[in-house]
């Protein structure tokens, strides 16, 4: 199966990621949507921008899949969108959804993905605060 | 032989550019290209992790870097 994969700077429409992950076999739908919170490490987010080296970051989400698929014979369909460019809070950044015959898999395949992506995919978060504005994680 | 590296996020922020030309005779690994970077830039020294990508790969130090490579900085990411 073939894994819809995309960074896209528009607005994430998420019942469009679902449909691609629907399939007649399978009976279970598992998806994780990442959303912009109002604050990080109690400053006062007031927006974000999402930075993505575009080829890599594809190239890095297909082994992350490729991983999933491994662990997990029985995943059916996968489906990843990611959000760049300027994001407001309650957008949705990104959105992994997968689908399995049964339930239990499909939450360990979307939590495997989602935890991985946020290790290896080449994304950077700018947020920008009501006093200055910060590259997360960067610093130790 | 020369190289092209791709800059993004912090450390485009750091060098102040997005793409640095490095001449003939440039690193020929990723661990000397890494060395040769943080003392030309000491802040990229203080980041949590800077690794390096050679054609959409992370890359080990004793990886041999060339000319038509696609080589970019990957500080560390924040996606999700």
Known sequence: MTPHLSI???????????????????GAVNAFIGTVRNQSGGRPVRRLHYESYDSMALTQLGHVVAQAYEKWPMLQQVAVVHRKGTLNLSDVAVVVAVATPHRAESFAACQFIIDTLKQVVTIWKHEEYEDGTEWVAAHP | MS??????????????TALIELPAPAPATVGALLEELRRQYPALGQLRSCAVAVNNEYAANDQA?????????????AGG
């Open chain 1, 8 to 26: 896209t700077d528009q607005a994430i429409d998420v019942a469009a990621v679902l449909a691609t992950v629907q399939t007649e076999a399978a």
């Open chain 2, 65 to 77: 870097l060339h000319t038509v490579d696609e080589i970019a900085l990957i500080p560390p990411v």
């Open chain 2, 3 to 16: 190289l092209k590296i791709a800059l993004y996020g912090i450390t485009r922020d750091i060098v102040g």
